[in-house]
């Protein structure tokens, strides 16, 4: 199934933790819905852009997964509203410039330089909501004394 015209389900919902621990990562279709609308909001405008892949680390995460590795307690991921997008992975596009497209050109709700350095972040973390709340909220994550830390970007 095709959330998107280049985003399968399996890639949305693909997690080598929840395979390795039998942990079901299956959206309700309430997730699912939301997934459905974050691929067409922000994956597939940017891929339609660029027209290159791109790489989602991380997309849907049912609570028992997010919990496992120590995922935010409000993360949108198990909501199905967030993708971890990694241009780095094929080439031919930084992820600073996915997070400059999506600043630029995209409705989203939260958006997260992910590491990295101040030239390219490790990942970009995106999130949208099909209520139409979306904050455009831009942050910057760091480690701090071995937490993760944000600021505003």
């Known amino acids: 199934m095709m959330l998107s015209n280049n985003l399968s389900y399996k890639e949305a919902t693909y997690s080598a933790t929840a395979i390795r621990k039998d942990i079901p990562n299956s959206p309700t279709i309430g997730h ?3 997934l459905k609308a974050t691929a067409e ?3 597939q405008p940017i891929r339609d852009f660029f027209g290159v892949p791109i790489k ?3 997309g849907y995460r049912s609570q ?3 919990d496992l590795i120590g995922g935010s307690s409000t993360s949108q991921h198990s909501h199905g ?3 971890d ?3 780095d992975v094929f080439g031919g596009l930084t992820n600073a410039q996915i997070f400059a497209f999506i ?3 995209l409705v989203f709700d939260q958006m997260i330089w992910e590491f990295g350095d101040n030239k390219n972040p490790d990942w970009v973390h995106v999130s949208y909501r099909t209520d139409g709340k979306n904050r455009g909220e831009k942050l910057i994550a760091y480690k701090k004394d071995g937490k993760t830390k944000y600021k505003h970007k």
């Open 41 to 43: 909001h922000i994956f």
């Open 32 to 34: 699912l819905k939301n």
């Open 56 to 58: 989602v680390t991380s």
């Open 85 to 87: 997008l990694d241009a």
């Open 103 to 105: 600043d630029e050109r």
């Open 81 to 83: 509203q967030a993708l």
């Open 64 to 66: 028992e997964l997010n």
